[in-house]
């Protein structure tokens, strides 16, 4: 029951048993997650810093957080050996600040969800989980004054975490699926859900379930951040464009029923996945195979762009320019997927990778892969 004012409110002495199982989680905890926040901010600090991305760094303060609500349970206890609302309120503190810094790492990821995109992306999130991170902390600290029950003080910081994990669960979701890692988008799920236990044995004031929990729930979400950054750190390395000599292009047309039209071509040397199928519409298909079939001919293999404003009766092979641009975006959407590729990293490394202008003769270009790269199958 929750008493209104600290006069009536004895501090809950522990019993021997517990106090030694609460004394072990905090130390537990406190190691743990400190030695979590240094390894998150080390890979940051080799990979991120230079991508100036800063979501790592969020969600390595988020643990260090945890660290020190550990630190707060073994001082209090060893302290006074006493369930007392300062030290409740301490780590509801912790909490909130936990879950703050989590909300304020989502811009920072590279795939949301589409009901949530438009919200974090805006200029206007920090203020979305400010205002109630605000609302939350000070009646916290003002119940930590006035020796108010734990539970009155853990309520505001649960119905926060509640909101981060009904974002978090989202994004870690959207994150795993788009990097087509589906048993980690499935464990993150089952995390989300056991932290919402551990959140409701807090509110039922249940310590040693809670404990159980709470280990269970705070070692599962440090293992997918972690496993969310080797994920990016995977992405990273598979989005780099290998030289021309490292690709090897093949030709395949395949009849289907339902898309009769329907052309694909594999492209090899990838990193992280041995093969990428794209399949492109038929007159992108047969743009790509010119340019091969030329690159094999025995005679002159550049294919030459239509001036702009001609209006002779000469036949070019290539109309213009944006004809060649449609078909580098549609290799980038089949290897990446649509919008997850960018101008400076992919489209223009890539062009470069696959063709090569003329240096004397303008208008003129040619596919850079050798020779031996190029397979066409009969059709």
């Not at 909300?103 to 805006?122: C, D, S, T, V």
């Not at 605000?134 to 108010?148: D, E, N, S, W, Y």
């Not at 021309?244 to 492209?267: G, I, M, W």
């Not at 404003?309 to 060649?324: A, P, Q, R, V, W």
Request: aromatic residues 14%; contains cysteine.
């Amino acid at each position: 029951m929750l008493l209104s004012n600290s006069a009536y409110q004895k501090p809950v002495t522990m019993s021997a048993s517990t106090l030694e199982i609460s004394k072990f989680y905090g130390w537990w905890q406190f190691a743990v997650c400190l030695f979590a926040f240094m390894a998150l901010i080390s890979i940051w600090y080799h990979i991120g810093r230079r991508q100036r991305d800063f979501g790592p760094v969020w969600l390595a303060l988020s643990i260090l957080c945890w660290a020190f609500s550990g630190l707060t349970e073994v001082l209090q206890l060893e302290e006074n050996g006493i369930d007392s609302p300062v030290k409740e309120g301490t780590r509801s503190v912790f909490s909130l600040l936990n879950s703050l810094f989590i909300l304020l790492a989502l811009p920072w990821f590279k795939y949301l969800p589409k009901p949530f995109a438009g919200l974090i992306k805006n200029k206007f999130w920090p203020f979305v989980i400010g205002i109630p991170f605000v609302f939350a902390l000070l009646p916290t600290l003002h119940k930590m004054i006035l020796g108010r029950s734990a539970s009155a003080i853990n309520e505001l910081d649960v119905y926060y975490a509640l909101m981060t994990l009904v974002f978090l669960g989202f994004v870690l979701w959207e994150s795993f699926i788009k990097r087509r890692l589906p048993l980690l988008a499935l464990l993150s799920l089952f995390t989300v859900l056991i932290t919402l236990v551990a959140q409701v044995y807090k509110l039922m004031d249940n310590t040693i379930n809670l404990l159980l929990f709470s280990a269970i729930f705070k070692t599962s979400l440090i293992m997918l951040f972690f496993a969310l950054a080797l994920s990016w750190v995977k992405e990273l390395t598979e989005t780099v464009i290998p030289t021309a000599h490292q690709l090897q292009l093949y030709f395949k047309r395949r009849n289907n029923s339902a898309d009769p039209n329907k052309c694909e071509v594999t492209l090899k040397g990838f990193p992280g996945q041995a093969d990428r199928v794209i399949s492109l519409t038929p007159a992108l298909y047969k743009l790509l195979k010119t340019f091969a079939e030329r690159r094999l001919a025995v005679s002159e293999d550049w294919l030459e762009i239509k001036p702009k404003n001609f209006d002779g009766s000469k036949t070019y092979d290539i109309n213009d320019h944006n004809e060649l641009k449609r078909l580098i975006q549609a290799l980038l959407n089949g290897l990446f997927g649509k919008q997850n590729w960018t101008k400076d990293k992919h489209f223009i490394p890539l062009k470069n990778t696959l063709f090569e202008m003329s240096e004397n003769r303008e208008r003129k270009i040619r596919l850079q892969l050798p020779k031996e790269n190029i397979y066409i199958e009969n059709e």
